[in-house]
């Protein structure tokens, strides 16, 4: 049997295929009944919610991962496109899935995410890596942006997967960059 876990992997990519895909649709897919899936989601809302939350995760351990103590702010950045580009689907999900916006412990879950790379773009700033007067809340945006571009030219074959990472780290700093 499957983990709630991989169903939520499997759920992000069904919906990300189709945004109106529906609970038995994602079973199908994930391998598992369509009852089974009910039980541990009784609607598709509460699907969404967890997948939203499990994608949060997986951005909160990616920034941490990438965001030791003490960090370089250019390996930082640099550890955070690589980290995040990979992510790039749950990120298309969290921003693609308008009814998420009436969720406000996601948006406060969201805001959780953010303040670790908001203060690590104010430091990178300081620090001379990024150009001056840029807002650190744009500069995250920014960085959300170019990691969603990167994947979304991975997944329609237009970039090597290998290749992703280092464009879009080149282009956030073209941006961005001093």
């Known amino acids: 049997m499957r983990t709630a876990k991989s169903v939520l992997a499997v759920a992000a ?5 189709d945004a109106t895909a529906s609970l ?11 009852t089974t899936l009910h039980k541990r989601y009784p ?4 699907l969404l919610v967890a997948v939203a939350e499990d994608s949060l995760e997986l951005l ?22 690589d980290a995040l580009v990979p992510l790039g689907p749950r990120l298309e ?23 670790p790379l908001t203060r690590f773009m104010g430091e990178a700033a300081e620090a001379g890596v990024l150009r ?26 237009k970039l090597a997967p290998l290749d992703a990472p280092g464009l879009a780290y080149d282009t956030l700093l073209g941006g961005i960059g001093t």
């Open 13 to 17: 990519e069904v919906l990300l295929r």
């Open 24 to 34: 038995a649709q994602v079973a199908a897919a994930a391998g598992i009944g369509r």
């Open 43 to 46: 609607t598709r809302q509460h």
């Open 60 to 81: 909160d351990q990616a920034v941490g991962a990438a965001l030791p103590a003490g960090v370089d702010p250019a390996a930082g950045l640099r550890g955070l496109v």
């Open 93 to 115: 999900f969290l921003l693609r899935q308008p009814s998420l916006d009436a969720e406000p412990e996601l948006l406060e879950r969201w805001k959780q995410v953010d303040r």
């Open 132 to 157: 001056p007067g840029v807002a650190p809340w744009w500069a995250v945006s920014s960085l959300y942006a170019v990691v969603y571009t990167a994947w979304e030219g991975v997944a329609e074959g």
